[in-house]
């Protein structure tokens, strides 16, 4: 089976960091796009940002030039550093992953979800 792991969320004060970690394992035949998404209570998950697997990486707005993403395609993990953190970044942060395995000579391809960190901004 394939699983993700999420590490790196807790508590932190307005304008400090974090740097999250996702790590992809099982048989996997490639790993396509990865990202990020979060969700506040209440509210709908969104998302952060993603990155392909040749490094292009997209960000919602309000992560510009606060958070960067990236990944170690040989350890088959992604990150992402978040810089300046708000309250409102308060959220359970979910790491994505486009994946394609091929089981029995069948390809498959499809979305896997981490369990997911909490990031608390507070003071």
């Known amino acids: 089976q394939v699983q993700l792991v999420e590490s790196g969320g807790g508590l932190v004060q307005p304008g400090g960091s974090l740097r999250l970690s996702c790590a992809a394992s099982?048989?996997?035949?490639?790993?396509?796009?990865m990202g990020w998404y979060r969700q506040a209570p209440g509210k709908e998950r969104e998302l952060v940002a993603n990155?392909?697997?040749?490094?292009?990486?997209n960000y919602a707005d309000s992560m510009k030039g606060r958070f960067t993403i990236s990944r170690d395609n040989a350890k088959n993990t992604v990150y992402l550093q978040m810089n300046s953190l708000k309250p409102e970044d308060t959220a359970v942060y979910y790491c994505?992953?486009?994946?394609?395995?091929?089981?029995?000579?069948?390809?498959?391809?499809?979305?896997?979800w981490g369990q997911g960190t909490q990031v608390t901004v507070s003071s």
């Open positions: 099982g048989r996997i035949f490639s790993i396509n796009d």
């Open positions: 994505n992953a486009d994946l394609t395995r091929i089981v029995g000579g069948v390809v498959y391809e499809k979305d896997y």
């Open positions: 990155i392909s697997s040749g490094g292009s990486a």
